[in-house]
């Protein structure tokens, strides 16, 4: 993808590019499950590859992510929402040139009580 991020306006436009961006099948109110397109097969490769590796770290929001995930919708889709969750993470760094702060695996708990 490189540097310059100006050739993605948004980080939905790199999700979409990379295919991690699921599909919106929604009728009558009612949402389906939602498919990822095709797009950068190397590149989504590697991210889902890296969100297997953070699942297993200690004390991350993204092994939390993972796993509270998993544990509802199973290991392969949490592998690609936390791909899409370390893309965007890559987005924000490289377009605002500043570097990654953790969130800590509570992250999500607080967000929900507030």
């Known amino acids: 993808i490189g540097t310059n991020m100006a050739q993605f306006p948004s980080v939905a436009h790199l999700c979409s590019w990379a295919g991690l961006a699921p599909g ?3 009728s009558a109110g ?3 499950s939602g498919k990822t397109r095709k797009g950068n097969q190397k ?3 590697a991210l889902v590859e890296a969100a297997r590796a953070a699942a ?3 004390q991350t929001y993204l092994s939390a992510q993972y796993h509270r995930i998993g544990a509802r919708r199973g290991k392969n ?3 690609i929402a936390v791909a899409h969750s370390i893309l965007t993470i890559v987005y924000y ?3 605002r040139r500043q570097p990654y ?3 800590g ?3 999500y708990e607080t967000l929900k009580r507030d």
């Open 24 to 26: 919106n099948n929604e």
């Open 43 to 45: 590149l989504r490769t």
């Open 56 to 58: 297993i770290t200690k």
């Open 105 to 107: 695996p509570t992250y």
């Open 30 to 32: 009612k949402r389906k």
């Open 101 to 103: 702060v953790e969130l």
């Open 77 to 79: 889709r949490a592998a």
């Open 93 to 95: 760094i490289l377009k």
